[in-house]
């Protein structure tokens, strides 16, 4: 355990990354009395940041790893169609191999459990924990606490998800089960092929992520954090302390760092002594504007069919999923928001068909996803004046509350205030 007389004070620590987590680790560490930097080379609340175009769910529930038993019969199905739910582009595959083959080991029942255990203690209270930063940040209104919606066909649908259900039950998560009529009284616009779905009141959702983003921003700098646009190199390290953050051009003197820096964190990891494994894994939105009246998610829903999320946002429906493998640059396959929209038109039968292109957009978002399931949280090898946070795959929006609180303990030599051993950035 670290004392707090390791680290001399004032600090000033530079956050990299201006995403969900830079942002919350960055209004946690002005909390702790540090001075602080935010450094990006996108503005906050950018559409290339992860944190732009999810789903909005701060899901406390959402702690199974995208991994499952006997997946890896599954992986040349992956490779043969680019436009299933879960694809790898050829091209890709030998680079992916490694993370793909610890990611693959981890399908098995007792490692879920242990992973979902750990998840849980970092998103647990994830709607209150946000609920509070965006009151702060005036922008209290954006997050929804009404719960999250999992829709079946049938009650036999939901019962083949027995064993995730199972384990957020040992975990003490709650939720009530809607059927039939009741589903339609409470989703009338939803296909009622749709026939089942259980309700986890203990979640919420951000209604628009973006929007959330440039506030927490501008409520960090209100309170003096400085903004630089720029993107980092590496770091000086003399002696095991840090002295600055290394940029494309220059360097910004400092005696802390935390690492924010989604998907793109792994070569800074390097650069702080740490050889992480983390891919980008790229998921797609399709927002549909102006058709409210004809269909709207009432609650937020994940559909398990189709492996995507509908969520009605302040600027329409947007339905997000899909998982692709394949380089951080490689170009976006824009069939696959079509395949986003046309689940829409599935799920909602009062959307027109021939829907207009131009109330119709397309996003594509990297995941920071390790091959786990669990993110990067911790001391780097090279310096204790330098934290990991980052990896959070599918649940960085509701993870990053506590991740940034956390963060800002490390920063300023406190215990952390949960198990960070399932985390440790030296696991790989
Ligand atoms: C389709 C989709 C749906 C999703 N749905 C949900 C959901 O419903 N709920 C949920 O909790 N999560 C969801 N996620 C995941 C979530 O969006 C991410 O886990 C989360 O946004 C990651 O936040 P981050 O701050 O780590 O990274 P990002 O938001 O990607 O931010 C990283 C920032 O770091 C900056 N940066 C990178 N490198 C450098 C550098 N060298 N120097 C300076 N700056 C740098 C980037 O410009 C960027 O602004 C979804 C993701 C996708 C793709």
Redesign the pocket.
Known sequence: MTSASEFSFPRHAVI?????????SAIHALDQGLQVTI??????G?E????????????SH?VIPPVEPGMWKKVPGYLMDPLGPLSIRWRYLPALAPWLLRNLAGARRERIRRTAGALRTL?AD?RLLHQEVAQRAGVGHLIDTSGVLHVYRSRQHFDNDAFGWGVRRELGIEWTEFEGEALRAREPDLDPAFGFAVHVGEAG??RN?GAY?KALDAYARARGARRVH????GFRIEQGRLKAVV?ETGEIACDAAVI??????K??ALMAGDRVQLES?????ASIAGQQERATART?MMVSEFKV?A?QMEGGLRI???VEFASFEAEPDWRRGEIMRDIALKLFPGLPRDLPAADVKF???????TPDGM?CIGYANASRDIVH????????????ARTGRIAAQLLTGQAPEIDLAPFSPQRF
């Open positions: 990299i990354g201006a995403g969900a987590v830079g942002l919350m450094l990006d080379f996108n503005e906050a950018s290339e940041a992860s944190s732009y175009g999810n789903a909005g769910w701060l899901s959402s998103v994830a959702h951000c992520p983003m720029g993107r980092a190199r940029l924010a820096a989604g998907a793109r964190a070569q800074l894994e790229r998921g797609y939105h937020p999320i969520t997000a999923g899909q996003w594509l978002g990297r995941r920071p996803s993110p946070a980052y990896g959070h795959g599918h649940i960085g929006l509701g993870c990053s």
